[in-house]
């Protein structure tokens, strides 16, 4: 009588995390998924534990996440694990203001961004 379950948004052999409501802008969250962009997951914590970015710490605990579902809810080897796709997408904008001279109004936005990280076990060679 219902409706089918959601299909799966990945691969057998790939795991996801999203976090969301991210305090920067998306264009400063794409610098940091950028790093760790095609990069075994070992490889991609040891970038993101020595970024200077604020916003690494959270990209951290995402992929942290990623790797703990492949683990546990997908039977997936951690050592094999690569950062297969990591997108960032707008969230919401609070926007607020400030008076200016002569009347004026400066607009003053602050962003909220999210982040989405696929890990896929890949066989080393």
Do not use: C
């Not at 996801?16 to 070992?42: H, Y």
């Not at 690494?56 to 683990?71: C, G, M, P, Y």
């Not at 607009?107 to 076990?121: D, E, G, M, N, W």
Request: proline content about 4%; cysteine-free; charged content about 30%.
């Amino acid at each position: 009588m219902g409706q089918d379950a959601n299909p799966r948004r990945a691969a057998d052999n790939e795991a996801l995390a999203t976090s969301k409501m991210l305090k920067t802008s998306p264009q400063k969250l794409n610098l940091v998924a950028a790093l760790i962009r095609k990069k075994p997951v070992a490889k991609a914590l040891a970038d993101l534990a020595f970024s200077k970015k604020r916003v690494a710490i959270d990209v951290r605990k995402t992929l942290q996440s990623a790797i703990a579902n492949a683990e546990n809810n997908h039977s997936l080897d951690v050592d094999d694990l690569i950062v297969a796709e990591a997108w960032v997408g707008k969230s919401l904008v609070l926007k607020r203001g400030q008076p200016r001279a002569r009347g004026r109004y400066g607009k003053i936005l602050k962003p909220f961004s999210q982040i989405t990280i696929k890990v896929r076990q890949e066989e080393q060679v």
